[in-house]
Nanobody, 113 residues
Framework: VQLVESGGGLVQPGGSLRLSCAASGFTFSLYYMSWYRQAPGKERELVATITYAGSSTYYADSVKGRFTISRDDTKNTVYLQMNALKPEDTAVYSC???????WGQGTQVTVSS
């Protein structure tokens, strides 16, 4: 099983980034997929979850209205579109399939001027 995130980087406040998570080694379409983040000195936080075929989504209050999770089951990939980024969004973002205990290594997102 592999989950490989990409798309992180340095962005100015108010900017946007799109994270991708490419999955392999399991039947991607059968799993809810989630994005988590962890900032230095803080606990890991669930950011967003998407159910089978994208039929339903969940967002943490801190990102609601700014972030959008989506998935493409033909590409075994889950995305996180992040808009109106704030300095407090700075963290390592990782994707996961919690039901299978599958986790990626994460990608750094830094929001700073």
């Amino acid at each position: 099983v592999q989950l490989v995130e990409s798309g992180g980087g340095l962005v100015q406040p108010g900017g946007s980034l799109r994270l991708s998570c490419a999955a392999s080694g399991f039947t991607f379409s059968l799993y809810y997929m989630s994005w988590y983040r962890q900032a230095p000195g803080k606990e890991r936080e669930l950011v967003a979850t998407i159910t089978y075929a994208g039929s339903s989504t969940y967002y943490a209050d801190s990102v609601k209205g700014r972030f959008t999770i989506s998935r493409d089951d033909t590409k075994n990939t889950v995305y996180l579109q992040m808009n109106a980024l704030k300095p407090e969004d700075t963290a390592v973002y990782s994707c996961g399939a919690p039901a299978g205990n599958f986790w990626g290594q994460g990608t750094q997102v830094t929001v700073s001027s």
